[in-house]
């Protein structure tokens, strides 16, 4: 089956083709980055503009690259949530009608499920059941996966998600938007024995999470001891060791509540070095499998839209006529296929 995935569910428009026999055989990402990057952050009505330009050129890109036809397309997978509204039904809209048009089925897919199955691009997938840390710009969660659609919410952020503590933090350090990426580079010239942050909630039992006193913290330390070059990045540093320290034990636990001993880490923040060094030292000692996606599946891509549809759409799921994009969107409410 030949999937076309769309995905514009916040700052990054992106078309892939997936086939249920050959893999994935093409993806575009188109990102807005310089659009928002004056603003400090996405402005939500310029991303819905920029989608609508941008999308059809990115369907047509991904067909001419394959040598294929578009009614060689078996079925249309878009994000229809959770995310930026207007920006939602850019993708929604077009991936509905298109589908009508070609009188093909067409899929909604969850935007969360596509980062959790990102790993699943890989040429050595993980196998179910697993644990799953997603770690994106909107969410940390922690989830127990017994397969596609059977997820199980062990824990996830009260406050802020992982990526977006990173780009507050980073953007009080003065970098440029999105911080994520840069923080992490900035911290590798930090002096680890300079300052301790704290590991939020990591003193108390369960699986959630708090990453905004942390951010806090960074503006306390950075008040109090200046903010010369050195400094920066001596706080870049422990802020980073905070959030991985904290991850790490929330994901030892999760794996000693459950027992499971596959961990997959998922969303933009997978992408981070220092995170998955620490998880692949934790996995080693225990004896676990963990995966990660291929770093250009990490943050938002169409291709981990256009596999979840796939696999939805051979187990016959479809959507009726009338469509639907979801701000909020639980995970758990999925159904299992
Ligand atoms: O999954 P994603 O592309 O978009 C959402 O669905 O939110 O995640 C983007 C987030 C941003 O907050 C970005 O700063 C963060 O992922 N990120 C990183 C790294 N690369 C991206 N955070 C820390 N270290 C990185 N290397
Ligand atoms: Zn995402």
Redesign the pocket.
Known sequence: MLVLGIET??DETATALYDSERGLLAHEVYSQLELHAEYGGVVPELASRDHIRKISPLIRQVIEKTKLALTDVDGIAYTAGPGLLGALLVGTTVGRSMAFALEKPAIAVH?MEG?LLAPMLDPNPPEFPFVALLV???HTQLIRVQGIGQYELLGESVDDAA??A??KTAKMLGLPY????A??ELAKQGNPQRFTFPRPMTDRPGLDFSFSGLKTFALYTLRDHGDDAQTKADIAYAFEHAVVETMFIKCRRAMEQTGLTTLIMA???S???RLRARLDEFAKQKGYQVHYPQNEF???NAAMIAYAGCQRLMAGQHEGLEFASRARWPLEELPAI
């Open positions: 569910s916040c935007h980062h994106s710009g909107g990526g977006e990173f780009d999105p911080g994520g990426p923080l992490a969303g933009g923040v992408a981070n070095q990490c943050t938002d």
